[in-house]
Antibody, heavy 113, light 109 residues
Framework: EVQLVESGGGLIQPGGSLRLSCAAS????????MTWVRQAPGKGLEWVSV???????LYADSVKGRFTISRDNSKNTLFLQMNSLRAEDTAIYYC???????WGQGTLVTVSS | QAVVTQEPSLTVSPGGTVTLTCGSS?????????PNWFQQKPGQAPRTLIY???NKHSWTPARFSGSLLGGKAALTLSGAQPDDEADYYC?????????FGGGTKLTVL
């Protein structure tokens, strides 16, 4: 059975950093492209970042230079390092392999003083 | 980055047919943008309905289909059920990254 379990969310002050993790089981994250998607309260889905099987990474303009996507193949885990956080980064963050219909349950990040 | 447009809301009668569309600010949507369609119900994570324009997952009800229509990606629901009431999002893949549409709130009434 495929599972994606996110962790690492929480309340953080503006300017702070958080690292989200997404532990995968039932498939290998390094063999497909893995994505972070976020959803602000009451808003639509926003694509954040992707890491391809070959290691190429891409970012939305809204997070470029502040967020870094990575993976640990030995732990079959995806990460999102988020720096210089802003109030507008407040959202539920989902890890996913959308094409394969693999989605986590999401982790809430709240950026507030 | 590109802007992806969807109808903000649509209403369909039970048993009826409705088509949701997904346009791109860069021009006509083609299979090269690998359109994906997602369904999201309140309080739940999204689920992938359609990938790569028209491919379905094992869970995707047969009443949903994906296509290209008039320069846009399209999701057609034939024989709407009350359970289909949800938000629907499309996702297009560009060279520099991917972009979601703003979503369509579908009401079955």
């Amino acid at each position: 059975e495929v599972q994606l379990v996110e962790s690492g969310g929480g309340l953080i002050q503006p300017g702070g950093s958080l690292r989200l993790s997404c532990a995968a089981s039932g498939f290998t994250v390094s063999t497909t492209y893995m994505t972070w998607v976020r959803q602000a309260p009451g808003k639509g889905l926003e694509w954040v970042s992707v890491i391809h099987s070959g290691g190429t990474t891409l970012y939305a303009d809204s997070v470029k230079g502040r967020f870094t996507i990575s993976r640990d193949n030995s732990k079959n885990t995806l990460f999102l390092q988020m720096n210089s956080l802003r109030a507008e980064d407040t959202a539920i963050y989902y890890c996913a392999s959308p094409r394969s219909n693999f989605w986590g349950q999401g982790t809430l990040v709240t950026v507030s003083s | 980055q590109a802007v992806v447009t969807q109808e903000p809301s649509l209403t369909v009668s039970p048993g009826g047919t409705v088509t949701l569309t997904c346009g791109s600010s860069t021009g006509a949507v083609s299979s090269d943008l690998f359109p994906n369609w997602f369904q999201q119900k309140p309080g739940q994570a999204p689920r992938t309905l359609i990938y790569d324009t028209s491919n379905k997952h094992s869970w995707t009800p047969a009443r949903f289909s994906g296509s290209l229509l008039g320069g846009k990606a399209a999701l057609t629901l034939s024989g709407a059920q009350p359970d289909d009431e949800a938000d629907y999002y499309c996702l297009l893949s560009y060279t520099g990254g991917e972009v979601f549409g703003g979503g369509t709130k579908l009401t079955v009434l």
